[in-house]
């Protein structure tokens, strides 16, 4: 089950799982993807899911943004969601502003109020200049900015992230990383991330949950005390993760048993 | 100047690269004139030779003496094109053909267009019918003939209704591909941002299915062409003069130059087709980044 309340936008949105199960399949070839999950992302906390391939981070995922429903359990959102795939999932025949104008249209935004308003988001992801130019003469890290610049269009309360930044290469990541931190500074955005990446979970997350593989499981959790802006490189930043790592390296053994 | 000064001064440096470039730069109307010229060379330049080399091989099988009476040769033939270029009646039958194409693709793209949409978005209509519109499209057209000359008696009607029965399947289908094919990740995103129902649509699907319905236009076109000559050589209407008809006739009256003038029009007449339905995919995969920008 699904609750979604979109009144409760105004104090920020938050994410509640309570003992979410999600099996696919039935009988004897059914596949338990997550089992009894519990969850709580309060509004404005940055959380961080991390695990390895099979641990059901993505179905997660597709849960709170209502794309699947659970098998058992509740599953509860308030406030707006809007969700950043590891493609950006651009509409080819749009230009990078009709992208952005799409989402607006789709919430209602007027025809005079949404160009300027797409501009100004298009600059907030340092895109300006770049509106009339389509995605594929964008690079892999413009689209993601243009896909954050849509998801950012949405006014969503809750944004969900599967991977973003999975498919680019190590230095405009880095940059995406700076660039989510600031676009988040200025908002009240709840965020559930998804990755694999311990270090990128460290840098970005207040908290990381670990989650363990088939069936996917809150294993452990930890906060992460280190002062913004970090840097990925950075020793504490280097130090939780080896910390998340060896956690993570125990589970996967476990699993392998 | 002392010889240093080159090096320290930048500014100077600067000014200088900029005179250079300007020798260097021609003017970007005259440049683009100059691309665009090279690029239509280019494609020009194999037609011609290719245009050349079939001419050369059909005036030496003509100057062989091969059925010597009956074979015509190129000068001959194109000769007597451009007498009937000259006259009303080549012109007129044009019109009248070109007429009959435009109405019977119209009927076909609107017809294969409706039942596309609504196959594509029912179920248990798609479950009836769907395999029945592959079966139609792989039915020779022609076949048709006897049905619809029955049906509409020696008329246009008749024509017409069989370039809709050869061309609405194929187009029918590209749409219901196209539909098909959206790609499910699209679909998640445009339902994130709250496109639903018509909107999702008409926002998303229907330009999603664009270049597939491209491509059963064309494919539709083919058939409604075909399908066209066909029916003019089987329902051939008095006082109405079509390609059809004055191919008939030269058969009849064993022009042999005369029918091979009007196949090279109807040849010209579907390379141009062709060639428009081949810009338009093109600009549109341009658009969408599905192909190289040459």
Avoid at chain 1, 128 to 145: A, D, N, V
Wanted: proline share 5%; net charge positive.
């Amino acid at each position: 089950m699904t609750v979604t309340d979109r009144a409760a936008s105004v104090v920020g949105g938050s994410v509640q799982l309570t003992r979410v199960s999600k099996v696919f399949g039935r009988g004897g070839t059914a596949v338990r993807a997550l089992d009894q999950i519990s969850l709580e992302v309060p509004p404005g906390e940055f959380t961080c899911l991390i695990g390895a391939s099979g641990c059901g981070k993505s179905t997660l995922l597709s849960l709170v943004a209502g794309l699947e429903q659970s098998t058992s359990g509740t599953v509860s959102v308030s406030g707006r969601v809007a969700i950043m795939f590891q493609e950006p999932a651009l509409f080819p025949w749009l230009t990078a502003a009709g992208n952005v104008e799409l989402a607006l249209r789709a919430r209602g935004i007027g025809r005079a109020d949404r160009r300027p308003q797409a501009a100004e988001l298009l600059d907030t992801v340092h895109l300006s200049g770049f509106g009339g130019k389509r995605p594929h003469e964008l690079s892999g890290g413009m689209r993601q900015r243009v896909a954050l610049a849509r998801a950012l269009a949405q006014d969503a309360d809750v944004l969900l992230m599967d991977e973003p930044f999975g498919a680019l290469d190590a230095m405009t990541r880095d940059l995406l990383h700076d660039e989510l931190d600031r676009v988040r500074a200025g908002r009240q955005l709840t965020i559930l991330f998804v990755t694999h990446n311990v270090r990128e979970a460290v840098r970005l997350g207040d908290r990381v949950v670990v989650l363990s593989s088939r069936p996917g499981r809150v294993v452990d959790e930890f906060a992460v005390p280190i002062e913004r802006p970090r840097r990925i490189d950075s020793a504490p930043v280097a130090e939780l993760a080896a910390k998340i790592t060896d956690r993570l390296r125990e589970e996967m053994s476990h699993g392998a048993r | 100047m002392a010889p240093g000064d080159e090096r320290t001064s930048l500014p100077a440096y600067a000014e200088r690269l900029a005179w250079l470039e300007a020798q260097d730069a021609v003017p970007p109307q005259e440049a683009r004139v100059r691309r665009l010229a090279v690029r239509f060379w280019a494609a020009l330049w194999p037609k011609v030779l290719a245009i050349a080399i079939v001419l050369a091989v059909w005036e030496v099988i003509h100057a062989s003496g091969w059925k010597k009476l009956i074979f015509p040769g190129p000068g001959g033939t194109l000769a007597n094109l451009w007498d009937q270029l000259r006259t009303g009646l080549l012109w007129h039958a044009i019109g009248t053909t070109a007429e009959r194409a435009v109405i019977g693709f119209g009927l076909a793209v609107l017809i294969g267009a409706v039942i596309g949409g609504l196959v594509s978005r029912i179920a248990p209509l798609r479950a009836a019918v769907g395999s029945l519109i592959t079966g139609l499209q792989t039915m020779p057209s022609i076949a048709w003939f006897p049905f619809a000359i029955i049906l509409f008696g020696i008329t246009t009607t008749a024509i017409l209704f069989v370039i809709v029965m050869g061309a609405a399947p194929s187009i029918a289908n590209g749409l219901i591909a196209g539909v098909d094919y959206t790609p499910p990740l699209l679909l998640r995103a445009g339902k994130m941002m709250g496109l639903r129902g018509l909107s999702l649509y008409r926002y998303l699907i229907l330009p999603a299915s664009l270049p597939a319905f491209v491509a059963g236009l064309r494919q539709g076109w083919a058939f409604a062409w075909r399908s066209l000559m066909a029916g003019e050589l089987l329902v051939i209407i008095a006082n109405q003069p079509s390609l059809g008809v004055l191919l008939s006739t030269d058969q009849d009256q064993a022009d042999m130059q005369s029918a091979t003038a009007i196949i090279i029009v109807i040849l010209l007449l579907g390379i141009l087709v062709h060639t428009l339905f081949s810009t338009a995919d093109r600009s549109i995969r341009r658009r969408w980044g599905l192909a190289g920008t040459e």
